[in-house]
Nanobody, 125 residues
């Protein structure tokens, strides 16, 4: 069974850092483009970052450029999202999603086929 599982969320103070992980089971993550998305209460799900299957290409939302870094270790079947200089507006449930179109680099949730259950990130003092 194809499954994505996020981890690494938590409570952090403004200016702090977190690293999220997206682990795959039941399939080879290296064949899939992966995106990170987030959803704050009362808001629509929005794209944060995405990475091609090889890791050679990435894309970021303007709101996180320079602060977040997406990477992947296909040998470990895992994609990461390093989040630095966190702000209260980064608060939300973070989801990873995968699609077999290996070069997909869009931040539109509807383009991704498989989704994890999400991990909560709260940035607050």
């Amino acid at each position: 069974q194809l499954q994505l599982v996020e981890s690494g969320g938590g409570l952090v103070q403004p200016g702090g850092s977190l690293r999220l992980s997206c682990a795959a089971s039941g399939f080879t993550l290296g064949y899939y483009a992966i995106g990170w998305f987030r959803q704050a209460p009362g808001k629509e799900r929005e794209g944060v970052s995405c990475i091609s299957s090889s890791g050679g290409s990435t894309n970021y939302a303007d709101s996180v450029k320079g602060r977040f870094t997406i990477s992947r270790d296909n040998a470990k079947n895992t994609v990461y999202l390093q989040m630095n200089s966190l702000k209260p507006e980064d608060t939300g449930v973070y989801y990873c999603a995968g699609d077999p179109r290996s070069r997909l680099l869009v931040l539109w949730p509807n383009e991704y086929r498989y989704w994890g259950q999400g991990t909560q990130v709260t940035v607050s003092s």
